[in-house]
């Protein structure tokens, strides 16, 4: 059979918009996930009346001072679908800097540890879920810090860029490690045991109400207020061209494919309208300074529908203080056969037939 060269146009393009749109999906959801952890702390709407709440409240102006951790690039070096992990860890990393009272440096998560080791249960470059990299990240005990092991936007299955030449397995060195000199003048790379890291407490996913989204809205702002930023699912197709100001836009669909940070709201002077500010991950060149303005309280591109938060457990203000090439942060050495060193095994020989001779004389 025979198609006309039109027929096989379109199904061309319906073939391309559909893998575009299967590229672009960037969430993914296991059968099996646990969306709540088992919780011991009070939610925040329970004792903060929505009445008691400001009209308009950031993470980025609290007194002048910054709680927020720095922005993101999810794009660089090349595509990885991993804003389910960027909108998660971020806001996890800026819970630690409000607890920390935004004093001293900076605490950033390794992204890249949690698509190293993570795939399994929290996601990759072709996909994730914001609880279900919290999930990995309680039940695993620990985040590095991103000095251990810097995000290169790759996972064991991601083929982009330069991808397949590098080593993203779930190891000591996919953890955490450090390189010492260049290869040629007698450096090499060493996986490190003793590493500054971060853990999650508690974690769990706002309940959303159709009927009342107002109510809704209490609880995501009350969470925001009391305890810092949380991770949000997005319609993300409508914001791709967005350039600044208040999003309004209605008629969209509500299913989500991309995962944000929320980290306050304000309102419009002259209408009064509120809006959420939400933080993206696609570099400081999109939006407002890497950040849009999005109306509340419509659940416009699905915003408000899967609200995840995480509280940390513990985190390290003090190292273990490893040497420069990490040698003494190693807590096991693998085994070397001595045999196979031809060199120091015939150097023993010699030296023990030397001293056998010399007694012998003596």
Not at 147 to 176: L, M, N, R
Request: charged share 20%; net charge negative.
């Amino acid at each position: 059979m025979f198609l006309s060269r039109a027929l096989l146009s379109t199904l061309a393009a319906t073939l391309i918009a559909a893998s575009s749109a299967e590229r672009y999906n960037e969430i993914k959801i296991r059968d099996d996930a646990i969306h709540n952890s088992e919780l011991k702390s009070p939610l925040p709407h329970s004792y903060i009346e929505l009445g008691s709440l400001p009209d308009s409240f950031s993470w980025a102006d609290v007194d002048g001072s910054s709680y927020l951790t720095h922005s993101l690039n999810q794009h660089v070096p090349q595509y990885c679908g991993s804003c389910w992990a960027h909108g998660s860890i971020s806001s996890l990393a800026d819970r630690i800097k409000i607890a920390r009272g935004a004093q001293g440096d900076d605490i950033n998560l390794s992204i890249q540890f949690v698509l190293n080791c993570g795939s399994e249960t929290a996601g990759s470059c072709h996909g994730g879920y914001h609880t279900s990299t919290y999930e990995f990240i309680k039940s695993t005990g620990y985040i590095p810090y991103d000095t251990c092991q810097p995000y290169i936007a790759c996972s064991k299955e991601s083929t982009d860029g330069f991808c397949s030449h590098v080593d993203t397995t779930c190891s000591a060195g996919g953890t955490c490690k450090t390189c010492d000199t260049f290869a040629g003048m007698g450096g090499a790379c060493t996986e490190i045991d003793y590493f500054p890291n971060a853990t999650v407490a508690e974690y769990g996913l706002i309940d959303f109400d159709e009927d009342n989204i107002e109510g809704t809205c209490h609880k995501i702002m009350a969470e925001i207020f009391a305890r810092g930023p949380v991770a949000a699912t997005i319609n993300a197709e409508p914001i791709v061209k967005y350039a600044g100001g208040v999003y309004t836009e209605t008629g969209h669909p509500t299913e989500t494919n991309h995962i944000v940070a929320i980290v306050g709201w304000g309102a419009c002077p002259k209408t009064g309208k509120k809006y959420w500010i939400v933080r993206n991950s696609w570099g400081q060149y999109w939006g407002e300074m890497g950040y849009m303005r999005l109306e509340m309280g419509k659940n416009l591109l699905g915003i408000e529908g899967e609200i995840a938060w995480a509280t940390p457990g513990s985190f390290t203000v003090m190292n273990f203080p490893c040497y420069e090439n990490g040698e003494n942060c190693v807590k096991q050495q693998e085994y070397l056969d001595p045999s196979m060193d031809i060199v120091s095994m015939q150097r023993r020989l010699k030296a023990h037939n030397d001293a056998e001779r010399k007694n012998i004389r003596g």
